[in-house]
């Protein structure tokens, strides 16, 4: 079973990978990817302007302790002055405790310069491999589109696109159509010149065979009837048909 889940997951990532591929249109992507590499181009910008902010914050807060450091060496003078020995004391304690806090933000705004500088430093990098980078996108691009152009026009000039196929099999069906008609129309004329259509006619009135033997029984019904007739009459009459004929010769 380990191996047929195995081949089954192989499988089901070829297709779809291979329908990703069918998918993919290069221009998307590299614009895609251009983009991303923008956000975090705009993203490394924010992170300077972030160190930057803080370390001004602390540029400021230093400012305010060298400011405390000379308030309290000045008040640890008037002191020692006034002869407030245990004052002056106090105000040198707090003093280093400030020098000690001044040297820590010191330290700090130092280690934010550094990384500043770190920031801005890869900041350039990366615009200049962005900028590379749209440059060869643009490239490909126009690559890619010429190459496309040049397929259809391939495809288009040997009938091989999807397009041109079914074109192709359209005219195909059209000429087989064309020769089935004109098959077609040899046909019935070969038919009318052999007088095929006049029979048919004939039998399209109602002479079949049957209809036909009838016919000929009543047609001969009619001239037996009219010979009888006849021989009646030329029986009723002083010459039989012999003498007729005789006579015929004696008056010639």
Known sequence: MPGLAGRMSTVIKAKISKMLDRAE?????LDYGYQ???ELLQNVKKGIADVV????????????LE??????????????????EDLART???????TQTELQSLDSQ?????QQQDQLTENEKKLRAKIEAFRSKKEVIKAQYSAAEAQVRISEAANGVGEEMADLGLAIQ??????EDMKARSQAVQELEAAGTFEDLGQLGSGGDDIDRELAQLSSGTQVDDEMA???????SGSETPQQLGDGGKEQA
């Open 53 to 64: 902010t803080s370390k001004k914050r602390l540029q400021m807060q230093s400012q305010k």
């Open 36 to 38: 991303k590499q923008l």
């Open 67 to 84: 400011q405390q450091v000379v308030k309290l060496d000045t008040q640890a003078r008037q002191a020692l002055s006034q002869g407030r």
């Open 25 to 29: 249109d290069p221009s998307e992507t």
């Open 173 to 178: 069906r059209a000429e087989q159509k064309t």
């Open 109 to 113: 705004v130092t280690q934010l310069e």
């Open 229 to 235: 007739k006849m021989k009646a009459e030329l029986g």
């Open 91 to 97: 105000a040198l304690e707090r003093k280093n405790v």
